[in-house]
């Protein structure tokens, strides 16, 4: 994640440039079994218009099982292997949210991984099975975002945050999806 071209020069001997990431995790969550990573301020050293933008990635780690899956945020499948390369369920990988800014925090309420951007707000949720690398929805809960970061309450089932404009209740409703209101 953090030194991208090393891997892949000593691999191909090509000239890459150096592609590192200067930025590192600042939000940390456990969820469905797996440790979730993000907040990566995106500083890159040495990178190029190839360089991934790391600032709107939530990375997931394997299912755990030892300490070591909860650092493994790949499959374990080699994805180059022509005769078997499906992803499982137990994998780890990354979620990109393109529209996500830069992410403060991630809050696990109830059957959902809540994320806090700066300009936004998103919900990660399992399937009807729970959340699997293979399965898995992404939804936009709010437009608004996060202005401080520790500001971010879960009461009585609804969410509460300091956003650009004031203070902000995140809460369920009758359809099963989340409103957004200023208090």
């Not at 190029?48 to 300490?67: R, Y």
């Not at 992803?87 to 403060?104: F, H």
């Not at 971010?152 to 995140?170: D, K, L, R």
Request: glycine share 10%.
């Amino acid at each position: 994640v953090y030194n991208r071209s090393s891997g892949r020069v000593s691999k191909t001997s090509l000239s890459l440039p150096m592609d590192s990431e200067l930025g590192r995790f600042t939000a940390i969550a456990s969820y469905a079994g797996r440790v979730f990573y993000a907040g990566i301020s995106h500083q890159l050293a040495g990178g190029d218009s190839h360089s991934p933008q790391t600032s709107g990635m939530v990375f997931f780690s394997q299912l755990f099982a030892t300490k070591e899956n909860l650092v493994r945020c790949y499959q374990e499948t080699d994805p180059t292997n022509p005769d078997f390369n499906d992803m499982l369920d137990t994998d780890g990988g990354i979620i990109v949210i393109p529209e996500c800014a830069y992410i403060w925090q991630l809050k696990p309420i109830k059957q959902s991984l809540f994320v806090f951007g700066v300009n936004g707000v998103w919900e990660i949720r399992g399937d009807e099975g729970g959340f699997r690398a293979t399965s898995y929805q992404v939804n936009k809960v709010s437009n608004v975002g996060v202005y401080a970061r520790n500001s971010i309450e879960e009461v009585n089932g609804a969410i509460y945050f300091w956003g650009t404009g004031g203070i902000y209740q995140i809460a369920p409703n009758q359809f099963g999806t989340f409103d957004t209101n200023t208090i």
